[in-house]
C-alpha cells in the first residue's frame, strides 16, 4: 500500500493547523504552522487570501484533515466510514469512534507514543499486547473490557519512557485506564462523540461521500 514519506509538516501547512504528526516537536515555536500559516508551495500565499471556498472544497479539506490526523490512506478511511454507515445511530460520529478505537490510536491516548506514527510502529512491530496475545495490526478494534500493555520484554524501551514523561503529553482521556508503572491499560467502555476534544466537522465528510 502507498504511504506517504514527505514532510508531514507541508500535511499541516495545507490543512491550516497543527495536526500533532510530529508528536512533541510540534509544541515548538518553531513549527512551520506557526512561522507560515499558509500552504505549501509556490502559490500558497495566493491560496490562503482567497475568502471564500465552494461547499466541495471544504468538504474535500475537511475530510483530508482527519485522515491525515489519523494516518489512513485513502481505502482505510472510505471502509471505515461505510462501516460506519452500515451501523444504527449518527454515521459522522460512528466514523471518529470507529477511528478513536483503533488500536495505533489508543497506544497513542495512553502515552506509550508521542505521535500516532509512532505508535503504529510500536504495534507493527509487535510490542503491543492486547489481552495477553500479541496484536500488530494497527487498524485493531479495541473493545469495552479489552487490557491494552507494552509486552514484557519492551517496557524500558526509550521511545515508551520518553513519551511517557513528556511535558507536552496529552491528558488522558476519561475511556481509558493507564497503569503507567505497569505499562498497563484498560479500555473502560467505548468512546464517545463527547471523548473526541479535537476540532472535527464530521458532518462535512459525510456529505462528501454521500454525494
Not at 494497527?138 to 520484554?153: E, F, H, W
Amino acid at each position: 500500500m502507498a504511504r506517504y514519506t514527505g514532510s508531514v509538516c507541508k500535511l499541516c501547512r495545507r490543512e491550516g493547523q497543527k495536526l500533532f504528526l510530529k508528536g512533541q516537536k510540534c509544541y515548538t515555536e518553531k513549527c512551520p504552522v506557526e512561522r507560515r500559516a499558509y500552504p505549501p508551495g509556490q502559490h500558497g500565499p495566493a491560496q490562503a487570501r482567497r475568502r471564500k471556498q465552494s461547499d466541495y472544497a471544504l468538504q474535500l479539506r475537511e475530510k483530508q484533515k482527519v485522515k491525515r490526523m489519523y494516518g489512513l490512506q485513502e481505502v482505510q478511511f472510505r471502509n471505515l466510514f461505510r462501516k460506519a454507515a452500515q451501523r444504527g445511530g449518527v454515521t459522522g460520529e460512528n466514523l471518529l469512534v470507529g477511528l478513536e478505537k483503533r488500536l495505533d490510536n489508543v497506544v497513542f491516548r495512553l502515552g506509550f507514543a508521542s505521535s500516532r506514527n509512532q505508535a503504529r510502529q510500536l504495534v507493527r512491530h509487535r510490542h503491543v499486547e492486547v489481552n495477553g496475545h500479541l496484536v500488530d495490526v494497527p487498524s485493531y478494534q479495541v473493545r469495552a473490557g479489552d487490557d491494552i500493555a507494552i509486552r514484557t520484554t519492551s517496557r524500558e524501551l526509550d521511545l515508551v519512557e520518553s513519551s511517557l514523561t513528556a511535558r507536552t503529553r496529552p491528558k488522558l482521556t476519561e475511556w481509558l485506564t493507564l497503569d503507567e508503572k505497569n505499562r498497563v491499560a484498560r479500555v473502560v467502555r467505548v468512546p464517545t462523540r463527547d471523548d473526541i476534544s479535537m476540532e472535527i466537522q464530521e458532518q462535512l465528510i459525510v456529505e462528501l461521500y454521500s454525494k
